[in-house]
């Protein structure tokens, strides 16, 4: 099954009136099913909060979205769970140390009171490429590459719709990197998956996203085609920045 | 011809209680040129590095060779190495948010690597400070003299870290993934801002990163690291048509612009890339 998204006005204000802080002014964009969408932008620019309130990992927003046709706040917490789920940037960070990846990937089984627990684990094993094996590692037996096929394994186990990936690869080596892009556009022509991704490197986005937009200061610039990157066929001012940067930063100028 | 900044021959280092050396039989000689070390985390790029700032104590590090500028690295004591450290030659590690004192303006943390090797007032060691921080291409270097680092942008603070390694004017910076914390927009201008420095004033710098772009971009020469050996030394213009089957399977496994949306190319790691020799 895909799903659509659709992000219509989210934003975060502190306070009220004259003193009211806007962190993230308004965003709005639309996501087809099957597609892979890229958020771009400068560090604090607010392309992993987009994500976070998606997931309603923050719940301090106003505005709306919708996720296949429903809006996000009313679909039940386990439900939403099995909807859509995240994979994070750092892979020394986001799986837990003392956890082994039985451990890690049994827990949503349990709580979902799914059946099979060990044909499902076996399964996102190798859906990326590790061995079965490797279900009794802890973290720390495992390279930074591994723990992120880990980390996206835990993702895929309930079987999402929605896979929100916050710069799935920077921490990663570009040999490693190219492991995991490959993975998630193998899964992704699989399974119909929704990718919305962050990133910094125009690079993937050019390689992995159909569309994508760029932020800035908590705002959706411009909206643009993978196919705008290389003769850098954007209009608003700091996307063609952005855009003519990472064009000279890789010699194609 | 001039004599070399640096010259290394066989350096090995073993960190302590490890079960193998981190680095074997390196050698190189730097000029006054920007000469780039890529190489995979772990692939121990750093710890050379590391090593040629004698930053390691408690590995165990040996070579035939380490000189700079005729002195032999390896005899020195430490206090011999604190006068040469910072002033003649230098290091700009990756993420100014940690490698700056949060609790001291940033002016005074540039003018300490100033006052420290120069018997020069402290009225003296902020006008140096301002100028360089100028030279940095910070737009008001007063204000920005009295800013704590929480107060300055991940751009900004690496500019201040260059500004603090270069005052002293040294031989020798080693820039150790000086822009992997920053933004692609602000990444170019920083990196432009160094290697303006690096080349008005002859500087020898050696760049490590794990960006093959980035060495493309702002080296003349290029060390590829694996496994803790060199494996291949080639012109940065030449990259492309670099030989070891290694740096070709990183440039490979690079995504991009406009490239084919086949899938990457994935290193098939040999054995024998960690035991071969080459210069």
């Given at each position: 099954m895909t799903v659509s998204v659709e992000i219509r006005d989210l934003a975060i204000t502190f306070g009220q009136g004259l003193s009211a802080v806007r962190v993230l002014p308004g965003v709005s964009f639309s996501v087809a099913a099957g597609e892979c969408f890229g958020l771009v932008g400068e560090s604090g620019s607010g392309k992993s909060t987009v994500?976070?309130?998606?997931?309603?990992?923050?719940?301090?927003?106003?505005?709306?979205?919708r996720i296949g046709g429903r809006n996000v706040r009313d679909i039940p917490l386990k439900e939403r769970c099995r909807l859509m789920q995240m994979v994070f940037q750092d892979p020394y960070g986001s799986l837990h140390p003392r956890q082994s990846v039985r451990t890690v990937l049994a827990e949503p089984l349990r709580i979902h009171g799914m059946d099979n627990h060990e044909a499902r684990m076996n399964r996102a094993l190798t859906d990326v490429g590790?061995?079965?094996?490797?279900?009794?590692?802890?973290?720390?037996?495992?390279s930074g590459?591994?723990?992120?096929?880990?980390?996206?394994?835990?993702?895929?186990?309930?079987?999402?719709?929605?896979?929100?990936?916050?710069?799935p690869t920077s921490a990663l080596d570009v040999s490693v990197q190219a492991e995991i892009l490959n993975l998630l556009n193998r899964l992704r022509e699989e399974r119909g998956f929704t990718y919305i991704m962050v990133t910094h490197d125009l690079?993937?986005?050019?390689?992995?996203?159909?569309?994508?937009?760029?932020?800035?200061?908590?705002?959706?610039t411009e909206v643009l085609p993978r196919a705008a990157i290389p003769g850098n066929g954007a209009t608003h001012p700091y996307a063609r920045e952005l855009i003519a940067a990472s064009l000279e930063y890789e010699g194609q100028l | 011809m001039e004599q070399p900044i640096l010259e290394v021959k066989n350096l090995s280092i073993r960190y302590n209680g490890a079960p193998a050396d981190a680095v074997r039989g390196v050698s190189f000689t730097l000029g006054r040129e920007r000469l780039g070390i890529v190489g995979e985390s772990g692939s121990g790029k750093s710890t050379v590095g590391r090593a040629i700032l004698r930053l390691l104590p408690s590995a165990k590090v040996s070579a035939d060779i380490m000189r700079f500028e005729g002195t032999d690295l390896t005899a020195l004591s430490e206090a011999q190495m604190l006068k040469l450290r910072g002033r003649r030659m230098s290091m700009i590690l990756q993420d100014p948010k940690f490698s700056l004192n949060p609790i001291r303006r940033v002016g005074h943390q540039v003018a300490e690597a100033y006052l420290r090797h120069f018997p020069v007032s402290r009225a003296e060691a902020k006008a140096k400070t301002l100028e360089m921080l100028a030279a940095v291409r910070i737009r008001d270097p007063e204000r920005v003299h009295d800013l704590y680092p929480h107060e300055i942008s991940?751009?900004?603070?690496?500019?201040?870290?260059?500004?603090?390694?270069?005052?002293?004017?040294?031989?020798?910076?080693?820039?150790?993934?000086?822009?992997?914390?920053?933004?692609?927009?602000?990444?170019?201008?920083?990196?432009?801002?160094?290697?303006?420095?690096?080349?008005?004033?002859?500087?020898?710098?050696?760049?490590i990163s794990h960006d093959l772009n980035l060495v493309r971009n702002f080296c003349d020469r290029v060390l590829i690291m694996y496994g803790g050996r060199v494996v291949e030394t080639i012109a940065a213009r030449d990259l492309d048509q670099a030989t070891h089957p290694y740096t070709r399977g990183l440039l490979a496994a690079q995504p991009r612009i406009g490239g084919p949306r086949a899938p990457l190319a994935v290193l098939d790691r040999r054995p024998e890339w960690t035991e071969e020799f080459t210069q």
């Open positions: 994500l976070r309130c998606m997931s309603l990992l923050t719940d301090i927003w106003t505005g709306e979205v590790l061995p079965v094996s490797f279900l009794d590692r802890f973290p720390h037996q495992l590459g591994q723990r992120q096929r880990v980390a996206i394994a835990r993702a895929l186990i309930l079987e999402p719709s929605l896979l929100l990936l916050d710069e690079a993937v986005v050019d390689h992995m996203c159909d569309r994508f937009a760029v932020m800035l200061h908590g705002e959706v | 991940g751009g900004m603070g690496q500019r201040v870290m260059i500004a603090m390694m270069l005052l002293a004017d040294p031989d020798l910076v080693i820039a150790d993934e000086p822009t992997s914390a920053l933004d692609v927009t602000v990444r170019l201008q920083v990196l432009n801002i160094l290697d303006g420095l690096v080349r008005d004033r002859g500087i020898g710098l050696i760049m």
